[in-house]
């Protein structure tokens, strides 16, 4: 079965530092890759996407992400966080059908 | 607005009690979902219906059962089968032209006491 590791839990910044968050799956075949993110008292809502083309996508915020098909990665890196984004955030996957396969999550906390 | 709601924010529920959580939208999507977060297991997949009338288990079905009479509706209920049902859920849904991008709804927070 398809399996989705988000191996950092926890994380604590400082504002302005860097950001880098891993996510590895399982699946070695075509995959749609996500990153979803869950900010307090809010939706989940989408933060980007890969479905094909050009590895390295772009999403909302400053957001961005890697696909590297040889390390089944698909890491979500932001240059500079604020504290904003001070947040929950889940790697998925999806391969067959309509379904996702979610990462554990990642808590991220970034102090001002 | 289009968007998922999902009905009450907060429930409590005595042992024994089954208990049905609320799940709408207004995107037309055909395939809705349920899931159950709790910390550090990212978000579990329940149940899930592709398309009226039709549903299928997810990876942690036992305890719970749905029904799809309408497209719009996807109701969740909890049964007191249910050994852990304190939890967050969430109900999502998807089209496929969007290759399957999943929406979500505020989610329920179910406490049983």
């Known amino acids: 079965a398809q399996s989705v590791s988000q191996h950092n839990h926890h994380v604590i910044l400082s504002e302005a530092a860097s950001l880098e968050l891993g996510c590895n799956y399982s699946?070695?075949?075509?995959?749609?890759l996500f990153w979803y993110v869950q900010y307090p008292g809010q939706h989940l809502q989408l933060l980007l996407k890969y479905f094909s083309g050009d590895p390295l996508v772009k999403g909302i915020k400053g957001f961005e992400a890697e696909f590297i098909k040889s390390k089944f990665s698909f890491n979500l890196r932001k240059p500079s966080v604020q504290w904003s984004d001070t947040a929950e955030y889940f790697c998925?996957?999806?391969?067959?059908?309509?379904?996702?396969?979610f990462g554990g999550g990642t808590r991220l906390m970034v102090k001002p | 607005d289009g968007g998922i709601t999902q009905s009450p924010k907060y429930l409590f529920r005595k042992e024994g009690q089954n208990v049905t959580l609320s799940c709408e939208q207004n995107?037309?999507?055909?395939?809705m979902y349920w899931y159950r977060q709790d910390p550090g297991q990212g978000l579990r997949l329940i149940y899930y219906s592709q398309i009226v009338n039709d549903f299928q288990k997810g990876d942690i079905a036992e305890g719970y059962s749905v029904s799809r009479e309408k497209k719009e509706s996807f109701p969740l209920t909890v049964t007191s089968a249910q050994k852990n049902p304190t939890a967050f859920y969430l109900c999502?849904?998807?089209?496929?032209?969007?290759?399957?991008?999943?929406?979500f709804g505020p989610g329920t927070r179910l406490t049983v006491l």
């Open positions: 995107l037309n999507h055909d395939a």
């Open positions: 998925a996957v999806n391969n067959a059908g309509n379904m996702l396969t």
């Open positions: 999502a849904s998807s089209s496929p032209s969007a290759y399957n991008e999943q929406f």
């Open positions: 699946y070695g075949g075509t995959v749609n």
